[in-house]
Each structure stands twice: as C-alpha cells, then as structure tokens.
Nanobody, 115 residues
C-alpha cells in the first residue's frame, strides 16, 4: 500500500522560509517522479513542482521558480520542498504526490503565510 506522509508546515511571516518533507513507503521510491502540489481554500489543486527519480530533472511552476527548491533523498524515501521568500499567496495545504499531478497523495501539511 502506497503511503505518503507530509510534514513541516507552519505559520510563517511573509519573507520567511520553511522546509517541507514527505516520506514515502509501499513502493520503490527511487523509481518514481515525485510531485509537490498545493490547494488553497476555495481553489483548485495546483502543481508546484516535480523531481525525477535520480534528481536529474526538476521543474517548477512559474510563480515559485527561484523561491522554491525540490530535492530528494532516496536512501530515506523522502522528498523535500525548501520554500524561501514566502508570500501570502503561498498559503495552502501542501501535498506530495507519487508519479503524477493526480497521483496518490498524503494527508497534506498546512502552510500559512501571514503577518
């Protein structure tokens, strides 16, 4: 059974930083692209970025490019999302997803950016 567990969300001020983590189990983690997606209240699910199995390929949505960095540690079955220069509009529930934007997700971790 695929399981994904996100953590690291918090309340942070604009301009602050956070690092989210997602631990996967129940599948061969290193084989799969991993995605970070987010959903703000009342809005559709939004792609944030993705990373290939060997980290050679990383892609980001335009509105987070230069501020967010995705990385992974396949030995720990973990994918990370380092977020810097956070903006109020980054407030959302953040999920990691296996293999696809609409792939299996965890329960999410809440990021709230507010002064």
């Amino acid at each position: 059974e695929v399981q994904l567990v996100e953590s690291g969300g918090a309340l942070v001020q604009p301009g602050g930083s956070l690092r989210l983590s997602c631990v996967g189990s129940g599948f061969t983690f290193s084989y799969w692209y991993m995605y970070w997606v987010r959903q703000a209240p009342g809005k559709a699910l939004e792609w944030v970025g993705s990373i290939g199995g060997n980290s050679a390929v990383k892609r980001y949505a335009d509105d987070v490019k230069g501020r967010f960095t995705i990385s992974r540690d396949n030995d720990k079955n973990t994918v990370y999302l380092q977020m810097t220069d956070l903006k109020i509009e980054d407030t959302a529930m953040y999920y990691c997803a296996k293999g696809d934007f609409n792939g299996p997700r965890g329960q999410g971790t809440q990021v709230t950016v507010s002064s």
